[in-house]
């Protein structure tokens, strides 16, 4: 049996590599490694399978977050909405910014953003939310979207977690997530579902406006080369991931597809145990499987963590510490805001290996050994 791993991005590339190399190649031949032509055709790419206007690529998925903060004018001390239950950097750039967080609980099913909470948070304060499509499961974004427009707050959806899901509103409409609110923003990490081979970031709107300024800000501030308009950052994917990414987007949905495979194969080992959740899909999301996490209910989950671990498993928690218990934000008093649901999961959640080389001989094993663990 081939070593298993969190993410398979060797294998990965081999079955790709003629074409990677030879667009590699391509750019060291042209040394246009700053804005090469591979990083317009990669934007345009993008907005196409996107099915939105503009994409503008950027160094990261932190990045992606603060540029498209910077750009909505918000002022020190104005309240951001988003999920305790993230990846830090969705709520860190808030706080870089000198905004202030301010956490929602999440659905226990679905582990995004609940609207009911969303709504009850809502202050004279507030100027945005920021729903998270987490391990790439959509946020309910009809709910979402109608309590931004009520309160006329901008919506900027963190999809780094889930590029190419689709979301089906309640009128039979499918789009890609990332595109329904005012902004999307999504990371090209190498682990992600389209994931580069360093760092790499991208912002979407339909948006014009909200597109030229975020263009400008992610350049110095500048539309015209040495006349900066606009505090800005210095954002910018480079030519090799842009290269990179090209190749890997042709073959997105197939990625995808394998990695709810692997998912189908998990839920059957899993279904109706006693003492496991496997994930939910509402009828509105097409889940990406970005992860593949367990909730677990009388299992010591650090237990079973170093059984596998001791039979070549890599598992994950992700998160250890929710946001609101994070000593960054101290200050903001978050860790006394009673968040049950969130807690509830951080302590339950696992997530076990799921990419796009998966076989069922890895499959099988880490079913068999998890299962044996549990039922011990
Ligand atoms: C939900 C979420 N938001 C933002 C990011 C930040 O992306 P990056 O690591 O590219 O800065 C990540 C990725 O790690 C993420 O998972």
């Not at 956490?103 to 679905?110: G, I, N």
């Not at 170093?306 to 928690?317: D, V």
Request: glycine share 6%; proline share 5%; net charge neutral.
């Amino acid at each position: 049996m081939r070593p298993i791993q969190m993410v398979d991005l060797k294998q990965q590339y081999h079955k790709i590599k003629s074409e990677v190399d030879e667009a590699v190649i391509g750019v060291l031949e042209s040394s246009a490694f700053i804005n090469g032509k591979p990083v317009q055709d990669f934007a345009s790419n993008l907005s196409a399978y996107l099915g939105i206007k503009h994409v503008i690529p950027c160094a990261n998925g932190t990045d992606a977050l603060q540029i498209a903060m910077m750009a909505l004018d918000l002022q020190p001390g104005d309240e951001v909405i988003t999920p305790s239950f993230t990846y830090i950097a969705t709520t860190e750039v808030i706080a870089l910014l000198r905004l202030t967080p301010v956490f929602v609980e999440v659905d226990p099913k679905t582990f995004c953003m609940d609207p009911i909470a969303l709504e009850k948070v809502i202050t004279p304060k507030t100027k945005a939310i920021v729903p998270v499509h987490l391990y790439g499961h959509a946020a309910p974004m009809d709910e979402i979207m109608a309590i931004a427009k009520k309160y006329k707050l901008a919506v900027m959806e963190d999809n780094a977690q889930a590029i190419g899901g689709d979301y089906i509103s309640a009128d039979g409409v499918k789009r890609k997530t990332g595109t329904i609110g005012d902004i999307g923003t999504t990371s090209f990490f190498p682990s992600k579902n389209l994931g580069g081979y360093g760092d790499g970031g991208a912002i979407f709107t339909n948006n014009d406006d909200l597109a030229a300024k975020m263009k400008m800000i992610a350049n110095h501030g500048q539309s015209k080369r040495y006349y900066h308009d606009m505090v800005g950052c210095n954002s910018r994917l480079d030519t090799l991931q842009a290269a990179v990414l090209n190749i890997k987007l042709k073959y997105l949905d197939k990625y995808i597809a394998a990695r709810q495979a692997v998912a189908t194969g998990y839920d059957k080992a899993f279904n109706n145990h006693p003492k496991i959740t496997v994930p939910f899909s509402a009828a509105y999301s097409s889940h990406v499987f970005h992860q593949y996490t367990l909730l677990l209910e009388g299992v010591n989950r650090n237990g079973l963590n170093e059984f596998l671990a001791k039979h070549g498993i890599p598992s994950m928690i992700y998160y250890p510490v929710p946001g609101h218990r994070q000593k960054m934000f101290e200050h903001f008093n978050t860790a006394s805001i009673p968040m049950p649901v969130t807690d509830w999961l951080t302590e339950r959640v696992i997530s076990l290996p799921i990419h796009t080389e998966m076989d069922n001989e890895q499959l099988n094993f880490i079913t068999t050994k998890v299962l044996e663990y549990i039922n011990q």
